[in-house]
């Protein structure tokens, strides 16, 4: 879809057609240029490959179930998410952004490599567990 001034907006939604939720990536004219590739995995995730000259730079969209939702829900999508990580050199710059519903607390014990002495919260919560466990590794 394209946007004012050279915009472009990268679309990862429902594959049963309706127009409601999804994830997005906005990239500029020089981005679209340098875009290798990208894939629309669901209406939670969605991977971008970039050419620069320090490397591939892979942007990856990410929209976590909350908290609330059924542990199959939550399954799957930590589960395309890991499959997108694998997938990913590991030399190649990761920009994994997003909202993965997930409370960290304030403790980081286990889960230094993912995560400083700052969080917020009292405690972690069960999102925040997936999230420390797949990053930390």
């Given at each position: ?5 050279g ?19 906005a990239v ?23 050419k ?27 589960g ?23 409370v ?7 889960f230094e ?25």
């Amino acid at each position: 879809m394209n946007l004012e001034d050279g915009v472009s907006l990268l679309i990862s939604g429902r594959r049963d057609g309706l127009r409601y939720q999804g994830v997005g990536l906005a990239v500029s004219r020089n981005a679209k240029k340098a875009l290798n590739e990208w894939e629309p995995t669901d209406e939670r995730l969605l991977h971008a490959r970039l050419k620069s000259k320090h490397g591939n730079i892979n942007k990856l969209v990410c929209y976590a179930p909350t908290n609330n939702a059924p542990d199959d829900m939550k399954d799957d999508f930590y589960g395309k998410l890991q499959d997108a990580l694998g997938r990913i050199a590991r030399l190649e710059i990761l920009l994994c952004t997003g909202d993965f519903n997930a409370v960290l607390g304030r403790s980081n014990e286990e889960f230094e490599k993912c995560m400083g002495k700052l969080g917020a919260g009292s405690r972690m919560k069960e999102n925040g567990i997936r999230f420390g466990v797949l990053f930390s590794k």
